[in-house]
T-cell receptor, first 116, second 113 residues
């Protein structure tokens, strides 16, 4: 089945630094990938839609200059949290769709970001 | 606003019983519906998808869809302690030419041995 690999699984960084999270589709090409954020005991909130070769589409309220998304190839999308602050600490999850929407969206294993 | 509503629970069910999880959605144009299971600290994993009215069965799981009532449900038969998790209902919506998945808040299910 479709596999999405996400790295790192866990990262701790100092306040003010930047962190890059990678999301790769291993056995399929993903023209579109999605980035979610999940705070404790809350559901997944879509942050942005990453489109290969074009600019990402951000959801309302998500700062595009803070959460930089690059989708340079059909198998790789990256999310960079710039100038991270403690309130950015969260569980970040990427997903991609293999084939038609009826087959669902496959999720990466997630990245637990802690900003200290 | 494309909304998906779930009872957050917690829902407690004895082992071996049927667990029933419910979800309503607001976008009448939605065609595809998904149930994901999420264990604590892990990412969601797809259990089932459904896009036709009626029931769809896969092992111990049955998804039910009623588009007229904008209602989706998931039944888990012969519940096992390993089924204890948060279950997320998700709906594929079309917004401004793009498709995206909108999640409900999730129902926390506990199966008691």
């Amino acid at each position: 089945g479709a596999v999405v690999s996400q790295h790192p699984s866990r990262v701790i960084c100092k306040s003010g630094t930047s962190v890059k999270i990678e999301c790769r589709s291993l056995d399929f090409q993903a023209t579109t990938m999605f980035w979610y954020r999940q705070f404790p005991k809350q559901s997944l909130m879509l942050m942005a839609t990453s489109n290969e070769g074009s600019k990402a589409t951000y959801e309302q309220g998500v700062e595009k200059d803070k959460f930089l998304i690059n989708h340079a190839s059909l198998t790789l999308s990256t999310l960079t949290v710039t100038s991270a602050h403690p309130e950015d600490s969260s569980f970040y999850i990427c997903s991609a769709r293999a084939g038609t929407v009826n087959y669902g969206y496959t999720f990466g294993s997630g990245t637990r970001l802690t900003v200290v | 606003q494309k909304e998906v509503e779930q009872n957050s629970g917690p829902l407690s069910v004895p082992e071996g019983a049927i667990a029933s999880l419910n979800c309503t959605y607001s976008d009448r144009g939605s065609q595809s519906f998904f149930w994901y299971r999420q264990y604590s600290g892990k990412s969601p994993e797809l259990i089932m998808f459904i896009y036709s009215n009626g029931d769809k069965e896969d092992g111990r799981f049955t998804a039910q869809l009623n588009k007229a009532s904008q209602y989706v449900s998931l039944l888990i038969r012969d519940s096992q302690p390993s089924d204890s998790a948060t279950y997320l209902c998700a709906v594929n919506v079309h917004i401004q030419g793009a498709q995206k998945l909108v999640f409900g808040q999730g129902t926390r299910l506990t199966i008691n041995p």
